[in-house]
């Protein structure tokens, strides 16, 4: 792969401090280690660090010359709260918690990146490092932003990365427009009256409303939604009852909600509410809805697509990055930044999933062969955004 000399020629030390990230995963927001290491090596780079942003967040600032254009690359530092089943020497040293995610791969990529710009300085103006922690389901996106992320550091533009297992390794996945989903949750509560099962008739049975409301949920995304649009409505818990012989008071179903589309995301809480109040009243029960709006979509503005296209590109020749991938319905936090300024979030191909090698598999590993290639794009990125007017 045509990465970026340097870079190529430092594959094995990019992937050790890989495989040390990998050994010792941290779950949200307690990335104290990690955030500790790319604190040590953002410094060593000669790179400003700020500690402590969104509690464990960690941001390096680079300036060079004059100019006074800003952008900031980010990548995730979590792992996530597993066992890890694979047997090699780099494998979690801590029970319960592994880097199935490639978090470990995103960290090295970006520390790769940092150093070769501090060393090279081929560009004009500022680069924030961001290095991120919980990215997984605890909003560590916000956490910074919340934490005065763009006040403190002010950028242009920000761009993310993520591994894609699936997509051929070394290999970009690149489209403008929504990549990742909006992830919301909901819990409905059916009460009705309990009683014995062999009177059913003296109860209101909230195990038979909430089989109604499951179905009928379904129509959401078949019946209120355009068809073009994509939605998900899954219920993924039903919890009642607690005797094969009584009819229970109250049912609780939950579950979640996937949109691309800010829009269709905020019609379907009202439509949840309206199917769960209104089947359940018909049958005498009575439904309270909560709904939790949990991650916005990622969406990624044109120019800055256009942008990290012509980076990949210069990295891996138009034959490496594919345009027609469609979005994914998984969420990402990253979105939260990406309401706050433009940018674009792209997959780095992983290579195939065969042996597990699936994001969240309890044998998944991060593919170091194409650690060169991500921080070459992140060089390439800053090197084209910031450049150098002769
Ligand atoms: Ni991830």
New binding site residues.
């Given amino acids: 792969m045509p990465v970026i000399e340097e870079l190529a020629q430092e594959a094995a030390e990019l992937a050790r401090w890989r495989q040390d990230l990998h050994a010792h995963p941290e779950i949200a927001f307690a990335e104290h280690r990690t955030a500790q290491e790319v604190a040590a090596r953002l410094a060593g780079f000669g790179i400003e660090v700020h500690g402590g942003v969104g509690k464990t967040g960690v941001v390096g600032k680079l300036a060079v010359g004059g100019g006074n254009r800003a952008i900031a690359l980010r990548a995730?530092m979590d792992a996530l709260p597993m066992e890890e089943k694979n047997s090699f020497a780099h494998r979690s040293r801590h029970a319960g918690r592994m880097h199935a995610?490639?978090?470990d791969g995103h960290t090295t990529m970006l520390l790769g990146a940092a150093r070769h710009l501090a060393r090279t300085r081929r560009f004009d103006g500022t680069v924030y490092f961001i290095f991120q922690p919980a990215?997984?389901g605890d909003g560590g996106a916000q956490a910074m932003i919340d934490d005065g992320l763009f006040e403190r550091f002010p950028v242009e533009a920000v761009y993310g990365l993520?591994n894609w297992p699936g997509l051929a390794a070394g290999t970009f996945g690149v489209r403008a427009g929504p990549i990742m989903a909006a992830s919301d949750t909901f819990e409905i509560t059916v009460t009705g009256r309990g009683g014995h099962a062999a009177m059913p008739h003296q109860t209101i049975d909230p195990v038979v409303a909430a089989a109604q409301i499951i179905t009928a949920l379904q129509t959401i995304a078949s019946r209120r939604v355009m068809p073009t649009e994509a939605v998900v409505v899954s219920v993924t818990q039903l919890a009642a009852g607690e005797a094969w012989n009584v009819i229970p008071d109250q049912a609780v179903l939950r579950g979640t909600v996937r949109a691309l589309s800010p829009s269709v995301r905020d019609a379907i809480a009202p439509e949840i509410t309206r199917i769960a109040e209104g089947i359940a009243g018909a049958l005498g029960a009575s439904a309270r809805v909560r709904y939790e709006r949990r991650f916005s979509p990622t969406v990624n503005s044109i120019a800055e697509a256009e942008a990290a296209a012509a980076a990949a590109e210069a990295v891996v020749g138009p034959s490496g990055i594919v345009r027609s991938l469609p979005p994914s319905m998984g969420a990402e936090d990253f979105g939260a930044m990406l309401e706050r300024r433009p940018g674009a979030y792209v997959w780095l191909g992983n290579g195939p999933t065969d042996g597990g090698r699936a994001?969240h598999s309890p044998l998944y590993d991060f593919n170091d062969s194409v650690l060169p290639v991500g921080a070459s794009y992140w060089v390439k990125l800053v090197e084209q955004q910031l450049p150098v007017h002769a």
């Fill in positions: 995730d995610c490639g978090h990215e997984e993520h994001l």
